[in-house]
Structures are given as C-alpha cells and as structure tokens.
C-alpha cells in the first residue's frame, strides 16, 4: 500500500514548527559563538548546532518538494519557509530550570 503523504494544512503546521526551531537553534548557536572560542574543544557546542541546523534546512527543503508533489494546487514556497511572524514560536523558561508543569528531580 502506498501512503499518499500529508494534508495541506499539516505541512503547513510542520512548516511553522521547523522554521521556528531552526530560527531559535541560530540564536543559541549565536550566544555560544560569542561565549566560546570558535575553534578548539570548546567551539564543539556550537559546531554540532551547525549539524542540527544544517539538518532542519535539509528536511524542510525535502518537505517542501513533497507539498508540492502531494498538493500542486496549494503549495507555495512559504509552506516550509514562512516569514518570521508565521513561524513557531519556541517557549524559553524565562530562568534556567523553569518551566511550567515540571517535575523536580527526585519527586
């Protein structure tokens, strides 16, 4: 049996979601390369968040010819590359440790 893929509005959902965590990973990427040397042992953080975003780039454009393969008549560029204020939005604790609904460790 062969799937037939995703809806229309699911790619766009998984659009938003992917955009967003690959805006919020350059970020982070950004405050370790301005904490950290850029080469060396301690440039190995912010390389591997090379690898992550490298990655969320290489499924988002791989989506992206799947919206227009399953949904010729609905896809457009801005389903995997939205511009910034349709992207999703990722929550950061405002401290570190906080986040609403956690658990402390050994309770």
Not at 23 to 47: C, D, I, K, S, V
């Amino acid at each position: 049996m062969t799937k037939r893929g995703l809806p229309h509005p699911e790619h766009l959902r998984i659009g938003q979601v992917l955009s967003g965590v690959q805006t919020q990973l350059m970020h982070e990427q950004t405050a370790l390369m301005n904490a950290y040397p850029r080469r060396g042992p301690r440039a190995f953080p912010a390389e591997q968040l090379q690898v992550a975003i490298d990655a969320l780039y290489a499924a988002r454009r791989a989506l992206e010819n799947a919206v227009y393969d399953e949904h010729p008549a609905l896809a457009t560029t801005e389903d995997y590359f939205p511009y910034e204020e349709h992207r999703a939005e990722v929550v950061v604790p405002e401290k570190p440790g906080s986040s609403p609904g956690r658990a402390r460790f050994g309770r």
